[in-house]
């Protein structure tokens, strides 16, 4: 499975941006995407995530700005970012769980750039 994400860029503070990942491959079911962040100096963190029935999860601070959604039919993934601050500003990483070769695995795509300033 490959990931590829799209988006990210420079925003200033209060704006949006869109991210975008699409999952390629064969023999393999998506079962969860999501999204996870890491800025300089922190750890790594979960910014949302979704299964396949629609069941979301939000890192507490992205809650009522984020939003994740997903077409199953195109294992590809959205992340909505509204009213962005600059604690946003990180690198964000596309991931999924996949079902394939009669295992589950994790899979990452390479990271996309955030950075919210004035």
């Known amino acids: 499975v490959q990931l590829q994400a799209y988006g990210g860029g420079l925003v200033q503070p209060g704006g949006s941006l869109r991210l975008s990942c699409a999952a390629s491959?064969?023999?393999?079911?998506?079962?969860?995407m999501g999204w996870y962040r890491q800025a300089p100096g922190k750890q790594r963190e979960l910014v949302a995530s979704?299964?396949?029935?629609?069941?979301?999860n939000y890192e507490d601070s992205v809650k009522g700005r984020f939003t994740i959604s997903r077409d199953n039919a195109k294992n590809t993934v959205l992340l909505q970012m509204n009213s962005l601050k600059p604690e946003d500003t990180a690198i964000y990483h596309c991931?999924?769980?996949?079902?394939?070769?009669?295992?589950?695995?994790?899979?990452w795509g390479q990271g996309t750039l955030v950075t919210v300033s004035s």
């Open positions: 991931t999924a769980e996949a079902y394939s070769n009669s295992a589950y695995h994790d899979y």
């Open positions: 491959g064969s023999g393999f079911s998506i079962v969860a």
């Open positions: 979704i299964s396949s029935g629609g069941h979301t």
